[in-house]
């Protein structure tokens, strides 16, 4: 770990584990756990602003709240300043609190409402017992000054103040124990734009200032580009980029990256002349994601196996009609015929129609057999034959084989096999266990 | 989750539950500062008599021999036999057992019969002349002791103007109906109804007051939600929206209430059956209490903690049928 | 609810409009000097003032505004759905509809011109009546939009019925219960049944699933909201919005809760179902670049007032009002990252008593001027652009500013 490095996440892993009971698993009753975050690696560098981005879901909150040891991870490590967290004690982890400071998004629910401003930010200086009344009320003056509030507001409780005012509070109150490292979680997601505007200016001076480092969590991408040095994309609780942020605005090398900052609506005259390639479909269950890539069945850029030629379209809708049979089969009931149906026109009927909705046209290759005998069997409640006869026949390493992440130069790393010189082969054994081949 | 699996789940809690309520009841018996023997037994029997007494009874075992013999009797569906009238407690409780049910669900009736409806017209006339009636006469029952309720309405209703008897039970309500159904003849039934509607009401009163304040705190918190709104904005007139939406969601919690309640109504049923001498568990528990008649005592509370679990165990079945968000497994999707 | 306080209401008819309403050709909506109120313990909030605008048969007409300038109020003043302590206190919204103007063309003259009804002069029950058939509207947050304990199936098979009622016999949508009896509705409340869906409005409301674009929409018509994700969800409540074919659909919000990705994935749905129809759209949002990519014309809104109006075109590049200049400059773009400009100060306060006659603008103009201190009226740049400031016809004089006279009230720290 180099010097400048004051946060060093490596492999953070949380699963959330329902709360199954003893009687639960006597009886098989046991649901899978919730994969939020699996397996995340960075570092954070002292004084940049380093921005973690991605959808709802993504697990982009589960690590703030793990770094700070708010959750307990259940797999990995994250040292502070070459400590690692999650093996202090009491008072080491006091002391910690000291150093890191957390804002979250919701200036409203996480100010209380029965102290006055002046109570709020002299709070953390009261637990950590620092400075003689005097010096902390002092300080506390100079600290809500510092971030546009005047002295004569310290009496006020926090109903009397609108939506900036309280984030700024929120910020004083984060900054008085002087920390090193902020984690802000969505801190400007709940403010109007205008407002917004002026707490992203006030953090970016309170930086510079007090030379602090922060992690920056949120969805609003624009944000993002203005106020971070470094950003890492996260899809489904796995890293997909990370680089500099321009690099990653200007040239994202990853498909969902790509797709991400293509879905966003500019404020521009040309906004409706522009025409998106952004994502179809929605995000798979962190319980069950996807095998190998977990972007791949939403991936316009699937990779295909390497003896077929399909169009990529068709390609990925045959991606979509794998994943479907693996993970949800029952929701393809609607297409099944009477399992005494014997009659060869009904089951190919119903056989190109499930083809029809997955847009899988007639092919003139060898695919076309395959496919026709896969939609057979699905048609007739063989899901699992029908998964079976497709996943021998198509393979394609983004399904088989997990990427990790790749130096692409430049102090960036893709996790996509489309970024790799020379990609990985193909295991024999589809569906092999794609666990451990990060290491 | 399938019911079956969930049944066998549920049924293993409710083993649980009623070994846990046995136990204490079992041990209330050892921490009573009433000693069995000489409560039983009159001061004049001669001491070999006595002694005789006591070993028939079981009482010169050690407490775990007893506890032993107690639960092996509970499992088997014995529940012993009761000290003063030598009577079987199954059979006892037999006999009881349905008048208290007949009263617990008379009375459960009564409530929701007036109080959904009252909640309702007091949430959507909310601070109006009909809220403040309905809250008023909330306020009047909650405050009510059911006893004195009760006392009241045998002298307003029955004594002084005769529409009701003041006490008894002439009729069990199986009986009533198989006099119905096999001879077509109404007067059990309407004995039934007649002797059952003032400790009905009694026991029932209390209940309509609280549920009138939560189906109108429910209807309002629903009111206020979004997708009333667009309810509305697709143009769906207003009964539909209170009564087919907004009632529909607003009985989730009345019913959890129900439920718990039908539990405390049985609890309830004790006063309310000494006041009106219905002969059921509550006034034989009473009786029991009084002659320190332990078996009787257990076998009751007993009765009460069982049919307590499995209402609950009901109550969760109807919940996964009003509110698809619940699902068996205790979690939504 | 009975909305009985809101029914006395007679709306005043303002004695600033003795001037006549003038139709365009394209003209679908009209709506003049709308004032909508809330009456609550704190004051008098007068969430939209005097507020002028027209929405043309088969455009897109975004209203861009902050949280608490009045956007989402005027959404829901159309279609009559102010709650109490609200109140439409003032103002005309005409709609065109020709049969319902030849109904009330004798019996309510001064309520009908041409083809137009006032609907704030029509009886409640006949504006109310328009809903879901004339107008629908779509909300921000689907999760919490659909009764969690009906299946989306049957809440949008219950919009195609209650059009079907309306469509064969208008009168009977102004009554109380349209038509449905009281018993089967108690009934309903308790029994989780399909009673008030026949059979052809499920199909109806499939094919509508369908149409929006969810696969399987069979299956998906049987499950529950909280079985669907909040972007399918939003697709479901667009459906659910067409079910009656309104002429006019109010979207309010209605990408704010999703996520990027899928926010693209309804944006162009929307404008797809727009175009296809002809419908046209009033586009309330937050987002400039939502309203860049969906919208033809465009109001910005501040303090329950329209500052400023155009098109696209001369918002983006041609704008006047110094708000409109510090909302451009709020938002941080992708495409480059150069210091924002925001505006200082904070969202005004609404209420009555602390509004004052000035321009609502300027506490918070780095160009208030001392003639700002009176309300400034809306003058016309072009055919295609309005604005509400003196800008509008002088320039910016550094010695008639009035900066100094705010500052100390909040703002941005140096």
New interface residues.
């Given amino acids: 770990m180099s010097s400048d490095t004051l946060v060093s996440v490596e492999d953070l892993e949380k699963h959330f584990d ?1 709360e199954d009971s003893f ?2 698993k006597l ?1 098989n ?1 046991e ?1 899978p756990p919730v994969q939020a975050v699996d397996g995340v690696s960075f570092d954070i560098k002292r004084g940049e602003t380093f921005g973690l981005v991605g959808e709802s879901g993504c697990g982009k909150s589960t690590i703030g709240k793990t770094i700070l040891r708010l959750l307990e991870p259940t797999g990995g490590a994250t040292y502070f300043e070459d400590e690692n967290i999650y093996e202090m004690d009491k008072s080491e982890l006091n002391t910690l609190r000291q150093d890191i400071q957390i804002v979250f998004q919701d200036p409203f629910s996480s100010l209380n409402p029965r102290l006055t401003v002046g109570e709020i930010v002299r709070e953390p200086l009261d637990i950590h017992d620092i400075g003689t009344k005097a010096e902390r009320r002092e300080k506390v003056v100079a600290m809500l000054e510092r971030v546009g509030l005047s002295e004569d507001q310290i009496d006020r409780y926090p109903r009397e103040f609108s939506g900036g005012q309280r984030q700024r509070i929120c910020i004083a109150r984060a900054l008085v124990l002087e920390p090193e490292f902020i984690l802000l979680d969505e801190p400007v997601s709940a403010l109007d734009v205008s407002v917004q505007a002026q707490v992203l200016n006030l953090l970016d001076d309170l930086q510079k200032e007090f030379g602090l480092t922060y992690l920056f969590i949120a969805h609003d991408l624009g944000v993002v580009r203005y106020i971070c040095d470094r950003v890492a994309v996260m899809y489904l609780g796995r890293l997909v980029e990370i680089g500099p942020t321009d690099m990653i605005f200007d040239d994202p090398q990853h498909p969902y990256t790509r797709a991400l900052l293509e879905s966003i609506p500019r404020a521009d005259l040309q906004e409706q002349h522009r025409t998106i390639e952004g994502v179809s479909g929605d995000v798979p269950s962190p319980r069950n994601p996807p095998n190998g890539c977990r972007f791949h069945t939403r991936c316009r850029d699937v990779i295909q196996p390497p003896d077929f030629e399909f169009e990529q379209e068709t390609w990925q809708n045959l991606v979509t009609l794998q994943h479907r049979l693996e993970t949800n089969p029952r929701s393809l009931s609607e297409y099944t015929i009477d399992e005494d149906t014997s009659d060869k026109e009904t089951i190919a009927r119903h056989a190109s129609r499930i083809r029809e909705v997955f847009g899988l046209p007639t092919l003139n290759s060898d695919a076309e057999s395959v496919i026709n005998k896969a939609a057979h069997l699905a048609v007739q409640g063989n899901f699992s034959e029908a998964h079976q006869t497709l996943n021998n026949a198509f393979t394609t390493i983004c399904r088989t084989r997990d990427p990790s992440g790749i130096d692409i130069g430049e102090d960036r790393e893709v996790a996509c096999f489309l970024c790799y010189d020379e990609p990985p082969s193909i295991p024999k054994t589809p569906d092999a266990s794609t666990e451990n081949d990060n290491d | ?1 399938s019911l079956l ?1 969930f049944t ?2 549920r049924t ?2 409710g083993i649980v539950v009623a070994w846990a309520a046995l136990t204490i009841i079992f041990a209330l018996r050892f921490i009573s500062p009433v000693d069995i023997a000489s409560a039983l037994i009159p001061p004049d029997v001669p001491p070999t008599a006595r002694e005789s007494l006591i070993e028939d009874l079981g009482l010169d075992q050690p407490w775990y021999v007893q506890y032993l013999r107690y639960i092996g009797g509970v499992v088997q569906g014995d529940l012993g036999y009761s000290y003063v009238s030598r009577i079987s407690v199954n059979q006892l409780a037999i006999n009881r057992l349905p008048a208290t049910l007949e009263l617990a669900v008379a009375a459960t009736l009564v409530s929701v019969v007036l109080s959904i409806p009252l909640g309702v017209i007091s949430a ?3 601070h109006q002349v009909p809220d403040y009636l309905a809250s008023f006469f909330a306020l009047l029952g909650i405050s009510t002791p059911n006893f004195w309720l009760g006392i009241m309405l045998v002298l307003l209703v029955s004594v002084m103007l005769g529409w009701f008897p003041t006490s008894g039970r002439e009729f069990g309500f199986y009986e009533a109906m198989r006099l119905l159904i096999l001879d077509g003849n109404r007067y059990g039934i309407i004995q039934w109804l007649y002797h059952i509607t003032l400790p009905a009401i009694t026991l029932g009163t209390y209940y309509v007051a609280l549920l009138t304040r939560l189906t109108r705190s429910e209807m309002l918190d629903q ?1 206020s ?3 009333v ?12 929206v ?4 907004v ?3 607003s ?2 919690p009345v019913v959890t209430v129900l439920g718990l309640q039908f539990g405390s109504f049985i609890n309830g049923a004790v006063v309310v059956e000494v006041v009106f001498r219905w002969p059921g568990m509550g006034e034989f528990l009473i009786r029991a209490i009084r002659t320190v008649d332990w078996p009787v005592i257990q076998g009751t509370l007993i009765i009460i903690a069982i049919t307590w679990v499995t209402i609950n165990f009901g109550v969760d079945i109807l919940y996964t ?5 619940v699902t068996l ?1 205790g ?3 | ?3 009985n306080d809101a029914s006395t209401t007679s709306v005043q008819r303002s004695a600033g409009t003795d001037n006549e309403p003038d139709f365009g050709p394209n003209t679908l909506l009209k709506v003049r000097n709308l004032s909508t109120r809330f009456f609550t313990d704190e004051g008098q909030v007068n969430a939209v003032e005097s507020l002028d605008f027209e929405v043309k048969e088969g455009e897109v007409f975004g209203i861009v505004g902050e949280s608490g300038s009045g956007k989402s109020v005027t959404g ?1 003043s159309i ?1 009559d ?1 102010i709650e109490s302590p609200g109140r439409i206190t003032d103002g005309e919204i005409w709609f065109r509809n020709r049969s319902l103007a030849d109904e009330f063309n004798e019996q309510q003259s001064q309520a009908v011109r041409d083809e137009f009804v006032n609907l704030l002069e029509l009886p409640e029950s006949v504006h ?2 328009l ?3 004339s107008f ?2 779509i ?1 921000q ?1 689907p999760m ?8 989306v199936g049957e809440q949008i098979a ?2 195609v019925e ?2 079907q009622r ?1 469509s064969s016999n208008p009168r009977s ?1 102004r ?4 038509g ?1 009896g ?1 018993k089967s ?2 009934l ?3 029994l ?1 049944s399909k009673s ?1 869906v026949t059979e052809p409005s499920m199909e109806r409301a499939i094919e509508l699933l369908e149409l929006v674009g969810i696969p399987d929409p069979k299956k998906r018509a049987q499950e ?1 909201p ?2 669907f994700s909040g972007g399918m969800l939003q697709r479901a ?1 667009i459906a ?2 067409l ?2 074919e309104p002429d006019l659909l109010i979207a309010d919000e209605p990408t704010t809760a999703l996520d990027v990705t899928i926010q693209a994935q309804i944006l162009s749905l929307l404008s797809d179902i727009q175009e296809e129809r002809g419908m046209s759209v009033i586009l309330i949002t937050h987002n400039l670049g939502v309203v860049a990519r969906v919208a033809d014309r465009l109001g910005v809104m501040y303090a329950g007032e329209i500052a400023e109006r155009g098109t696209l075109k001369e918002i983006f590049e041609n704008h006047t009002h110094p708000y409109t200049a510090g909302l451009l400059g709020s938002i941080p773009e992708i495409d480059e990252a150069e210091r924002l400009r925001p505006i200082p100060g904070n969202v005004p306060s609404l209420l009555d008593h602390e509004m004052g006659d000035r321009c609502y603008f300027a506490d918070r103009c780095p160009k208030a001027m001392e003639e700002c201190m009176e309300k400034p009226p809306e003058y016309e740049i072009n055919d295609d652009h309005r604005v509400r400031c003196y800008l509008a016809n002088r320039e910016f004089d550094e010695d008639r500013s009035i900066r100094d006279h705010f500052d100390g009230e909040g703002g941005e720290p140096s």
């Fill in positions: 329902p009687l639960d009886l009753l649901t | 989750m699996k066998i789940k293993i809690h959507t006339n909310r009111l939600e979004e997708y709104r667009v309810l509305r904005a697709k143009g769906l007139p207003e009964t539909l209170t009564f087919k939406h009632l529909r969601n009985l989730i049928i009003i509110d698809p968000r497994e979690e939504s999707e | 609810m009975t909305h829901l279609l759905l109310r009546s809903r879901g058939n629908s509207m909300f947050d919490s939009s659909f009764d969690p304990t009906s299946t219950e919009a209650v059009q309306t949508a009554s109380r219960t349209q449905y009281f509705m108690v309903g409340s308790i989780p008030f529950y909280h079985q409540m659910q919005a079910a009656g």
